[in-house]
């Protein structure tokens, strides 16, 4: 079974940016969809995915302002938060979809002054 672990989680003030990173166990490169979900209080929600091949689907939350990649040499999945605001709250989580949904422990991020 593969296992997901985040890293990069923390405190930022407003506008400010993180980068999440989501080390696999095991090569994603046939690993089609590989996202990140967030979840404050309640329903887990996307933030966003990305395909095998690159191809990439946002929350419309934080279209424009959050980028995902994939390095399929490093199988890791990086998140990329710029312009961070304090609804952004929330504790973030890896997903693979690798014969049955694949989730990692989470990290915390939190936007604060």
């Known amino acids: 079974q593969v296992q997901l672990v985040e890293s990069g989680g923390g405190l930022v003030q407003p506008g400010g940016s993180l980068n999440l990173s989501c080390a696999a166990s095991t090569y994603i490169y046939n690993i089609y969809f590989m996202g990140w979900y967030r979840q404050a209080s309640g329903k887990r929600e996307l933030v966003g995915w990305i395909?095998?091949?690159?191809?990439?689907e946002y929350g419309d939350d934080v279209e424009g302002r959050f980028t995902i990649s994939r390095d399929n040499a490093k199988d890791t999945v990086d998140l990329q938060m710029n312009s961070l605001r304090p609804e952004d709250t929330a504790v973030y989580y890896c997903y693979a979809n690798y014969q049955g949904p694949v989730w990692g422990q989470g990290t915390q991020v939190t936007v604060s002054t």
């Open positions: 395909t095998s091949d690159g191809r990439t």
